[in-house]
């Protein structure tokens, strides 16, 4: 157990519609990783905060957003959902940019 | 194109060989890791290297960062079932960016 958790564990939705991810880190950790990896893929990165700001942002999509709340903890939106959207959704956290623990993932399978 | 090209991309051996995978780059990180990830799970930290020409041991598994730290290897030894998964490097540049390989797909069979 990393001590990152992530709910919910699987998400069933429709093209189009709207979702939301939750994350919360480790205990003390300040940084939230968003990764997504579809099937037999690498980890695609997507965004980073660090203590409610973002500080990095990589291949996300503009139909997707992230923020960081006062408690640490991250939600990933995703809307207008497309088919080729449904993979697995990490959450990463980590007291530096060195070592980051990995949720168990949200798979999300769009219909 | 990736960052980090992890090779090889598939491995498939038997109980008991050797094996090394390899991770390079052209960019100089400040710090990289290994990660294994078994089928539907999130990534698991095996290593942290940090200093060029670290070797680091974890039982079986021998890390090394290049001394110029762009690359990284990954020896097993004595492989086993229990070692297989997806093994992904990921590098941490000096603007807090990091990046992962694609990874390399190990099987090892009884």
């Known amino acids: 157990d990393s001590g990152v958790t992530q709910t919910p564990k699987h998400l069933i939705t429709a093209t189009g519609q709207r979702v939301t991810l939750r994350c919360s880190p480790r205990s003390g950790d300040l940084s939230v990783y968003w990764y997504q990896q579809s099937l037999d893929q690498g980890l695609q990165f997507l965004i980073q905060?660090?203590?409610?700001?973002?500080?990095a942002k990589g291949n996300i999509l503009e139909r997707f957003s992230a923020q960081q709340f006062p408690d640490l903890h991250s939600e990933l939106n995703l809307s207008s959902l497309e088919l080729g959207d449904s993979a697995l959704y990490f959450c990463?956290?980590?007291?530096?940019?060195?070592?980051?623990?990995f949720g168990p993932g949200t798979r999300l399978t769009v219909l | 194109t990736q960052l980090l090209e992890q090779s090889p991309q598939f491995l498939s051996i038997q109980e008991g060989e050797n094996l090394t995978v390899y991770c390079n780059s052209s960019?100089?990180?400040?710090?990289l890791q290994w990660y294994r990830q078994e089928p539907g799970e999130g990534p698991v930290l095996l290593v942290t290297v940090v200093t060029g020409g670290e070797v680091k041991k974890l039982k079986r598994l021998t890390f090394q960062f290049g001394d110029a730290r762009k690359d990284s290897s990954l020896h097993i030894t004595a492989a086993q079932p229990g070692d297989t998964g997806l093994y992904l490097c990921a590098g941490a540049q000096y603007n807090n960016d990091m990046r992962f390989g694609a990874g390399t797909r190990l099987t090892v069979k009884p």
């Open positions: 960019s100089v990180f400040s710090s």
């Open positions: 990463a956290s980590s007291v530096d940019n060195n070592e980051q623990f």
């Open positions: 905060y660090y203590n409610g700001e973002e500080r």
